[in-house]
């Protein structure tokens, strides 16, 4: 499971870098306040996804080993838990970069 973590990392480090040239100085990071300039952040903030994707990541792993150690079920539901982390931050990433160049 940290191979795919380092691997949803340099994904989002890569796009950002070969796109970077085509940014605006601020972009729209929170869709869920209404359009406009609520909506606007600095460029970058977008690297906010990522931390948290490794953060929650590394909380859950944290979690689990100190909670419930030897517990299969548990153990089941936390790699699933960071899977689905893994690929929605990754595709909610890549979404946000799609719609801005």
Known sequence: MLYLLILANLLMIGIFVFTYGRFPP????????????????????????????????????WLYKKLFPGNFLIKKMFYYLNLFLIISITFIFIKIIVRII
């Open 26 to 61: 601020q972009i729209p990071l929170f869709y869920s306040y209404p359009w406009g300039e609520d909506q606007l952040v600095d460029l970058w903030m977008i690297g906010i996804l990522p931390l948290v994707l490794n953060v929650l990541y590394f909380f859950n792993l």
